[in-house]
């Protein structure tokens, strides 16, 4: 059984800075992509972030130039850094990998920006 743990997260003001990690464990063979998603209170759920390998990333418009992806392979582990938060980033975010045959989400965690 695979499972995403996400940690991070929480409360800030507008223009600070929060840390978002998501460690996938159990059986793993092979990871694929991974990333981040959010979803706002009556909102879809939207796409962030997402990383292949190492150096391959794509980002929301809206997050381009404050938010960075990354992951380390050996720790199974992506991250989120998010700078220059806005309070219109406020949402749940997800994390999501393709894990072997399967995809796989997060149990979410809580971003507030406060204006």
């Known amino acids: 059984q695979v499972q995403l743990v996400e940690s991070g997260g929480g409360l800030v003001q507008a223009g600070g800075s929060l840390r978002h990690s998501c460690a996938a464990s159990?059986?793993?063979?092979?990871?694929?992509?991974m990333g981040w998603y959010r979803q706002a209170p009556g909102k879809q759920r939207e796409l962030v972030a997402r990383i292949v390998g190492i150096g391959s990333t794509n980002y929301a418009d809206s997050v381009k130039g404050r938010f960075t992806i990354s992951r380390d392979n050996a720790k199974n582990t992506v991250y989120l850094q998010m700078n220059s938060l806005k309070p219109e980033d406020t949402a749940v975010y997800y994390c999501?990998?393709?894990?072997?045959?399967?995809?796989?989400w997060g149990q979410g965690t809580q971003v507030t920006v406060s204006s």
């Open positions: 999501h990998a393709f894990v072997d045959r399967g995809d796989y």
């Open positions: 159990g059986r793993i063979f092979s990871i694929g992509a």
